[in-house]
Antibody, heavy 125, light 108 residues
Framework: EVQLVESGGGLVQPGGSLRLSCAASAFTFSRYEMNWVRQAPGKGLEWVSY????????YYADSVKGRFTISRDNAKSSLYLQMNSLRAEDTAVYYC??????????????????WGQGTLVTVSS | SYEVTQPPSVSVSPGQTARITCSAD??????AYWYQQKPGQAPVVVIY???ERPSGIPERFSGSSSGTTVTLTISGVQAEDEADYYC???????????FGGGTKLTVL
């Protein structure tokens, strides 16, 4: 069964840093594009960042550009989000989500088909 | 910044049809995806590529598209369908993903 398990959340002071991890299992991690999505308490979903299967292409929402860095280690089937210069408005549950993949027949994408359970990041003094 | 617009709430009685709309300028060019989220749970995709239904999603969920608007239709709504529904799409470049603000579906 496909699983995504996030970790690394917690309480951090404004201006601080945190690194989130997402451990993937039961699928060929290196083939799949991955994303981070967050949800502030009582609010809607916000896409945060994207990384290609190889790790060579990354995109960021304007709200985190220059502060957050997405990365992956395909040998460890793990996705990461390095968060620096954290602000109160970054307080949210952070989810990792699996997206599409390429193979010899083309691109397969059926939305974010698997999500982790989320990890809570609280930025507060 | 690119915006995806949904109504904040929709209410229907059990057995009726619920329709949730989503509007965005790039929808004629970009597909829309619909997610259902129940309290305390991660989202689940219920419609992809405007109108495709993933395996395991009940047939009462369907999607359609017309110009800059896509619609999620839930036919014969059941109490278990009460949830928040999010529309997701990309800007015209396909680079940036955006979620709508979410629609709370209440089953009366």
């Amino acid at each position: 069964e496909v699983q995504l398990v996030e970790s690394g959340g917690g309480l951090v002071q404004p201006g601080g840093s945190l690194r989130l991890s997402c451990a993937a299992s039961a699928f060929t991690f290196s083939r799949y594009e991955m994303n981070w999505v967050r949800q502030a308490p009582g609010k809607g979903l916000e896409w945060v960042s994207y990384i290609s299967g190889s790790g060579g292409t990354m995109y960021y929402a304007d709200s985190v550009k220059g502060r957050f860095t997405i990365s992956r280690d395909n040998a460890k089937s793990s996705l990461y989000l390095q968060m620096n210069s954290l602000r109160a408005e970054d307080t949210a549950v952070y989810y990792c989500a699996r997206a599409g993949y390429y193979d010899s027949s083309g691109y397969y994408y059926e939305g974010y088909d698997y999500w982790g359970q989320g990890t809570l990041v609280t930025v507060s003094s | 910044s690119y915006e995806v617009t949904q109504p904040p709430s929709v209410s229907v009685s059990p057995g009726q049809t619920a329709r949730i709309t989503c509007s965005a300028d790039a929808l004629p060019k970009q597909y829309a995806y619909w997610y259902q989220q129940k309290p305390g749970q991660a989202p689940v995709v219920v419609i992809y590529k405007d109108s495709e239904r993933p395996s395991g999603i009940p047939e009462r969920f369907s999607g359609s598209s017309s110009g800059t608007t896509v619609t999620l239709t839930i036919s014969g709504v059941q109490a278990e369908d009460e949830a928040d529904y999010y529309c997701q799409s990309a800007d015209s470049s396909g680079t940036y993903q955006v979620f709508g603000g979410g629609t709370k579906l209440t089953v009366l």
